[in-house]
C-alpha cells in the first residue's frame, strides 16, 4: 500500500485530499500542527474507517517537520507521496501590510514547504520514485491588485517547484503544482486582511472583495481539488502545472491573450460597472 503524507488536514482542501487518497487505498499520514483541534478530520475517520492516522506537525518550526517526518518513516517505512497543502490567506495593498506579517506568510507558504520537501527528499532519492505535489494557486500565475504578497509568496512556490521538478527527474521524482481558483474552505474566514477605508488603495481592495464575489459564482469545491492532486500523483502524462476549478481556467486564459500593460491598465480607476463588463470580456465572467 503506497503511503501519503498530507500537510494542513484539519479542514479544507487537505482535509479532503487525505480522504480521498485513503479512499483509494493509500496508507494516509494527516499532518496537522494541533491534532487535538481536528475535530472534523476526527469525525470523518470516525464515519468511514479509513486508513488514515494523524501526525502532528507545524511546517514552521523544522524540529516539528523533522519529529513528524521521522514518525512517518519509522511507522510506515517509506513515503511515496508528500502533497504539500498547509498555508495562510490574507494580505492587502503593499505599501500597507506590515513586513513582519509577510515574514510570516512567506514562512508557511514558502518556507514551510521546503523544510517539508528537505525531510522527505533524500528517501524519494534513495528509492529512486515518489511525488511532491505543491498547493500554490492561480495567483501563482495572475497577480491582482490589493493581494500582492499572497501571489508573491505563491509565484516564489512556483518558481522552486519548477526548479525542483528539473533537479529531481533523473531520479524518478514527480513533481506537481497544483493552481486551485476559489474553493469553499475555511481560509477565508482564517485570513488576515489588511484594510483600511481611508487607504489611498481602498478602491483596489474594495474591487478586490467584488472580484472574488463573481469568482464565487464558480467556485470550486475541496473535494474537487482533491481529484486533481490525485490525478496529478497517479497520470500516466506526467505535467508540472494543474488548474482547479472554471474560474481559474477562465483566469488562466484570459491572462494569457493579455500583454502586460493590457492588463495592468484594467486596474485603473472606474465605474463598477464598466469593471464587470471588463470581467466579461476579459474572463468571460457574468455578474447576472
Known amino acids: 500500500m503506497p503511503v501519503a503524507l498530507v500537510t494542513g488536514c484539519s479542514s479544507g482542501i487537505g482535509l479532503a485530499t487525505a480522504l480521498h487518497f485513503a479512499r483509494e487505498r493509500y496508507d ?3 499532518g496537522v500542527r494541533d491534532p487535538a483541534g481536528a475535530t472534523e478530520l476526527r469525525e470523518s475517520l470516525e464515519r468511514e474507517q479509513l486508513p488514515i492516522r494523524l501526525v502532528q ?5 523544522t524540529a516539528s517537520v523533522d519529529g513528524g517526518v521521522g514518525e512517518v518513516f519509522a511507522k510506515a517505512g517509506a513515503i511515496d507521496v508528500l502533497v504539500n497543502n498547509a498555508g495562510i490567506g490574507g494580505g492587502g495593498p503593499i505599501e500597507e501590510v506590515p513586513v513582519d506579517w509577510v515574514k510570516s506568510l512567506f514562512e508557511t ?3 514551510g514547504v521546503i523544510r517539508m520537501i528537505r525531510a522527505v527528499l533524500p528517501s524519494m532519492r534513495d528509492r529512486r520514485g515518489g511525488a511532491i505535489v505543491n498547493v ?3 495567483g501563482g500565475r495572475v497577480a ?3 493581494h500582492g504578497h499572497y501571489c508573491a509568496v505563491k509565484h516564489a512556490l512556483e518558481a522552486a517547484s519548477e526548479a525542483l521538478a528539473q533537479e529531481v527527474q533523473g531520479f524518478g ?5 497544483v493552481e486551485p481558483g476559489v474553493v469553499v474552505t475555511p481560509i477565508f474566514q482564517k485570513a488576515r486582511r489588511f484594510a483600511d477605508p481611508a487607504s489611498p ?3 483596489h481592495v474594495r474591487r478586490l472583495l467584488l472580484f472574488y464575489q463573481v469568482q464565487m459564482k464558480l467556485a470550486s469545491q475541496p473535494a474537487d481539488a482533491a481529484r486533481v492532486i490525485f490525478e496529478a500523483v497517479t497520470t500516466r502524462e506526467p505535467r508540472l502545472r494543474w488548474l482547479v476549478g472554471e474560474d481559474a481556467r477562465r483566469l488562466d486564459a484570459g491572462r494569457r491573450r493579455m500583454s502586460d500593460e493590457e492588463f495592468i491598465a484594467g486596474a485603473r480607476p472606474m465605474p463598477d460597472a464598466e469593471y464587470l463588463a471588463q470581467m466579461k470580456q476579459r474572463f468571460g465572467f457574468d455578474w447576472q
Open 173 to 177: 521524482i514527480r513533481v506537481a503544482i
Open 28 to 30: 494516509v499520514w494527516a
Open 136 to 138: 500554490s494557486s492561480i
Open 144 to 146: 491582482v491588485a490589493g
Open 201 to 203: 488603495y481602498a478602491e
Open 109 to 111: 507558504n514558502y518556507f
Open 57 to 61: 506537525l507545524d511546517v514552521n518550526d
